[in-house]
């Protein structure tokens, strides 16, 4: 066997067996034997390189956000409220679905309310003891009684959430002030509150 | 049937996150991900040679499997079905972009090639084990072509028929590629192995 010949099947060799002609000369062959080596030992080195770099963990958010648009991620159904619970990180791609449920679900009961006599409405009972937190709180409140009295209830029910949700929001964002995604949270509970207020007052001059 | 691997702490094992991401479990999909993140990654940075570019494909590797989740009968391994997806979306990125896939066919090298020296040099054997970061810049300074058949085969496990059928060439040009590969591989590691034995 020439050193040719030999080098044109080399890398079936390297791959798998070797017949006793091709051995003899890998033997014999001082030239072929070191390239044989040479080209064994990079094949099998090339192995250390699988699998061991990591991706930036934004490679995930990317992921899971386009999850939740197209909607195959999909959460368990949650008790009616009007605002979300709190949350140390709260993802914007549920805000859309969120707030047209939001909207949906105060047309529903305010069509509702509009066409039954006062003394027919039932209150609605919060979740749990409310109070307002402060005084803006308060007037709001008082703005959404004199006008829907048996909307009270929901709007106390929910000012105490989007509250704790605020007030985890920002000692998340105080703990860790270089982190974005703790930055938005914060942004998005406040507009959570606006939101809120907005459909309050909004209710209140009708 | 799906491997069914189990995780310590309790976590999912491979087999239940299938299950619940087709039910739209974001804690499956996300143990799936970390599974199976690394090899991945890995696959589309030693093909594209960037970053930036690993880390898209990857993204859409992902993508493209949990949207077809609901496909997944087990009949063959979960990690073979993403893989495969893998290296389909880096060899079209690949060919979205007019990089040479694979080079055109043509034959094995003559000997003149192989085995030129400088005459009167001395070339020490390439042995031991090549730490990583050299063989990983070796492997990224290999041309598009060369890399992509040096990743598929070497560092990834595929045979030639495999790779073949992945990047429509013959088997064997898949394997004159591969020989190149780790001829240029060879020089390359030989080369930077000299210059830092010269370095102080």
């Known amino acids: 066997m020439t050193c040719k010949e030999f080098q044109e099947v080399l890398p079936d060799i390297i791959d798998g067996g070797q017949t006793v002609e091709q051995e003899s000369h890998w033997k014999a062959c001082r030239e072929c034997s070191d390239l044989a080596s040479e080209l064994t030992l990079v094949s099998q080195q090339a192995k250390i390189l699988r699998g061991g770099d990591e991706p930036s963990p934004r490679v995930w958010n990317s992921i899971e956000i386009a999850l939740r648009a197209e909607g195959l991620i999909r959460q368990p159904a949650a008790a009616f409220t009007l605002v979300p619970s709190p949350a140390p990180r709260w993802r914007m791609g549920w805000l859309v679905p969120l707030t047209a449920t939001f909207l949906l679900t105060l047309g529903v009961v305010d069509y509702y309310l509009a066409s039954k006599p006062a003394d027919q409405v039932a209150v609605v009972q919060p979740a749990s003891s409310t109070k307002p937190v402060d005084d803006d709180d308060a007037q709001m409140l008082e ?7 048996a909307m009270r209830a929901a709007y106390e029910a929910n000012l105490q959430d989007v509250n704790a949700y605020i007030r985890d929001a920002e000692a998340s964002a105080r703990n860790n002030p270089a982190d974005e995604e703790a930055q938005e949270s914060l942004m998005e509970a406040y507009s959570q509150k606006n939101m809120v207020y907005e459909m309050a007052f909004d209710r209140s001059l009708r | 049937m799906a491997t069914a691997r189990k995780l310590q702490g309790g976590e999912l094992s491979e087999a239940e996150a299938i299950e619940r991401a087709k039910q739209g479990d974001a804690d499956a999909f996300q143990t799936l991900y970390n599974l199976h993140k690394r090899r991945v990654y ?13 880390e898209d494909l990857t993204q859409e590797a992902f993508l493209q499997l949990f949207r077809k989740i609901g496909t997944f009968r087990g009949e063959s391994a979960f990690s073979t079905w993403l893989h495969r997806m893998s290296v389909n979306v880096v060899l079209m990125r690949l060919r979205k972009k007019n990089l040479p896939v694979v080079p055109l066919d043509d034959p094995l090298e003559t000997e003149e090639e192989t085995t030129k020296k400088e005459p009167g040099a001395a070339d020490p054997l390439l042995t031991g084990s090549v730490d990583r970061l050299r063989i990983q810049r070796a492997v990224e300074s290999l041309p598009p072509g060369y890399r992509t058949i040096f990743v598929l085969h070497d560092v990834e496990g595929y045979e030639h028929n495999e790779i073949a059928e992945l990047v429509g060439c013959s088997i064997g040009n898949s394997k004159s590629q591969l020989h190149k590969a780790r001829m240029k591989l060879r020089d390359i590691l030989k080369t930077s192995r000299a210059e830092k034995a010269k370095t102080p």
């Open chain 1, 143 to 149: 703005a959404v009684s004199m006008k829907t009295p």
């Open chain 2, 42 to 54: 890995s696959l589309c940075l030693r093909m594209t040679a960037n970053t930036a570019e690993a």
